[in-house]
């Protein structure tokens, strides 16, 4: 499995989308999902099957994209990454299945 340092070394930029994502999470208010979706788009373009020019053919790969979806999506609604995960409240966020599902790449805008 891919690990969130891993795919850092090999797209360092994915540390400013952390950094971004992080900074999006309001403990106090619900979450902008609007910021969300432009991480997404920003996620898109670096890592998964839509990456463009990925610098590391692993860089492309759906186990990838997961891995940076999923780090990511902690950052933005939790406020810190996976790998310091709380215990979650019954439904407070979604489950692992969810996640996976949710985190299937975009398809691209035209």
């Given at each position: 499995?891919?690990?969130w340092q891993t795919l850092c070394r090999l797209q360092p930029a994915l540390r400013q989308l952390e950094r971004d994502a992080l900074a999006a999470h309001d403990p106090s208010g619900p979450p902008d999902w609007q910021a969300w979706e432009a991480l997404k788009q920003r996620l898109s373009r670096l890592v998964g099957w839509w990456a463009i020019h990925?610098?590391?053919?692993?860089?492309?790969?759906?186990?990838?994209w997961k891995t940076a979806y999923t780090h990511l999506f902690f950052c933005f609604e939790i406020g810190h990454g996976p790998d310091r995960q709380p215990k979650r409240p019954p439904g407070g966020l979604p489950s692992l299945g969810e996640l996976e599902r949710l985190s299937q790449p975009m398809l691209p805008l035209t």
């Open positions: 499995m891919t690990t990925p610098h590391d053919a692993q860089l492309s790969t759906n186990d990838a």
